[in-house]
T-cell receptor
Framework: QQQVKQSPQSLIVQKGGISIINCAYENTAFDYFPWYQQFPGKGPALLIA?????SEKKEGRFTISFNKSAKQFSLHIMDSQPGDSATYFC???????????FGSGTRLLVRP | KAGVTQTPRYLIKTRGQQVTLSCSPI?????VSWYQQTPGQGLQFLFEYFSETQRNKGNFPGRFSGRQFSNSRSEMNVSTLELGDSALYLCASSFGQGTETQYFGPGTRLLVL
């Protein structure tokens, strides 16, 4: 019940296309859902985060869509660029907890 | 503002040895969390400290321990190293109250031979 399931494992998108990564969770006590981006040799960097009381959050080219009833959330990267090529992790945590439960990661490659 | 710093960045040890990794959080942050990242298990939570107290612990054996100092700097220790402990160890810091946003350091890559 503590797991966060992430798909796909890898994704190839053409420059200018839309990248979509999906995550699903079981524990309804989760109330904070961040997305992290990680480049090789670097630590994960927070991209965008959402709470269950909001169905969508947009920051620049990055959008989180949240479906509370389905216990699913997804990251959309609009106008994908080669510089977006990285590994993306979804995560979840409970209120007051600093324990992030991570998805397994998605390796994104944006072709020029 | 300086980010989270971790030392050393790379480390090679042999089985049975012990190792200590260090993390300096962002100035003003009082919470430090540690994560282990491996290709097989992904990112897994080790423990979290706030004001020198461990608030949360993941499912790791007792060989993994940590502590936090009064200046919020944190160390984690792994005793009796095993080959499977080879991983990237990441430290993340946050204010610790009111917001869960965590900022990660670059990690320490540990190789156990």
């Amino acid at each position: 019940q503590q797991q966060v399931k992430q798909s796909p494992q890898s994704l190839i998108v053409q420059k200018g296309g839309i990248s979509i990564i999906n995550c699903a969770y079981e524990n309804t006590a989760f109330d904070y859902f961040p997305w992290y981006q990680q480049f090789p040799g670097k630590g994960p960097a927070l991209l965008i985060a959402i709470r269950p009381d909001v169905s969508e959050k947009k920051e620049g080219r990055f959008t989180i869509s949240f479906n509370k009833s389905a216990k699913q959330f997804s990251l959309h990267i609009m106008d994908s660029q080669p510089g977006d090529s990285a590994t993306y992790f979804c995560a979840a945590s409970m209120f007051g907890s600093y324990k992030l439960i991570f998805g397994s990661g998605t390796r994104l490659l944006v072709r020029p | 503002k300086a980010g989270v710093t971790q030392t050393p960045r790379y480390l090679i040890k042999t089985r049975g040895q012990q190792v200590t990794l260090s993390c300096s959080p962002i100035s003003g942050h009082r919470s430090v969390s540690w994560y282990q990242q491996t290709p097989g298990q992904g990112l897994q939570f080790l423990f979290e400290y706030f004001s020198e107290t461990q608030r949360n612990k993941g499912n790791f054996p007792g060989r993994f321990s940590g502590r936090q100092f009064s200046n919020s700097r944190s160390e984690m220790n792994v005793s009796t190293l095993e080959l499977g402990d080879s991983a990237l160890y990441l430290c993340a810091s946050s204010f610790g109250q009111g917001t869960e946003t965590q900022y990660f350091g670059p990690g320490t890559r540990l190789l156990v031979l």
